[in-house]
C-alpha cells in the first residue's frame, strides 16, 4: 500500500501545480496597443509607411472598409500623402480588448475628420485587430474594418409630385406596397407593416431613416411613374405600379 499511497501524493502534487500555475502574464496592455494604433492612424495623411511596416507582421491577413484583402506589401503600398489641398486625421475611441498571454485583440472605433479644399467631411470606422507575440515582438497579424452607415444629407422635394408617386406597387402576387402623402411628406407602407417616411434625397430619389439603399421613382417613356426601384449595393429590386 505504501507504494500505492506515494505514488497518489505524487499525483495530487502534479495536479495541484498545473491548477495553481498563475496565468501568463502579457508582456502589452491595452493602453500600449491603442498606442501604437493611434501610431499607425497619426501616420496616414502624411503617408508615412514606417509604423505600418513595424508594427503588421509579414504574413498579416488585412480587410479594409471597401472589401480589399491585403496583404503586407499591399497594404504598406496603400499609405500615401494625402494630396495638395486636403489634411486629416484619425482618432481612436472607445477601444475594448482580450488579453491573453502572447495573443491579443484590440476592437475600436475611428472618427476620421478631413478637410477638402477648406470643406469638412466625416466617417466613423470599426475595426478589430488581432496582435501576436513572435520572437519577443508584437505584431498584427490580422485586421478587419467596416463603415457604420450613415443617412445620405436630406435633399428638397416638390409636393407636387407626390400625386405621380402615389398608389400600390407589387413585387410579386400578394407582395405589395402603398406610397400615401400627407402634406409635405411622402410614406411607404407594406401590407401589415407600420407606415415609412420617404425622406428625399434629390429628384424622384428617396431613402428611410436609418436603411441603407434608395428608392427611385422609376418613369415610363411617357413620364409617368410606372415603378419603385430599390436599390442596394447597386443591385435593384423593382416594384411595378399596379394603381
Known sequence: MKPMAGAGVLLLAALCTAGCMPEKTSSITQAELVRRTQE???SVARGDQT???KYFAPDALYFDEKGRNMDKTALVNDVSPLPSGYSGSIKIVNPQSHIIGNTAILSYDMDETETVFGQPMTARYHETDT??????????VAGQVLRYYEDPAPGKADPKQFRDYSGT???APGNTVTVTS??????EQKLNKPKQLLIPEAGDIFFRKGVEGRWL??????????AII??????????????
Open 131 to 140: 496582435w501576436l507575440e513572435r520572437n519577443g515582438e508584437w505584431q498584427i
Open 40 to 42: 499607425l492612424f497619426d
Open 182 to 187: 400627407e402634406g409635405a411628406e411622402l410614406y
Open 230 to 243: 430599390d436599390r442596394r449595393n447597386n443591385e435593384d429590386i423593382v416594384w411595378k405600379k399596379t394603381s
Open 51 to 53: 509604423p505600418w511596416k
Open 169 to 171: 406597387y407589387q413585387l
Open 217 to 226: 421613382f422609376g418613369r415610363g417613356d411617357n413620364g409617368k411613374v410606372d
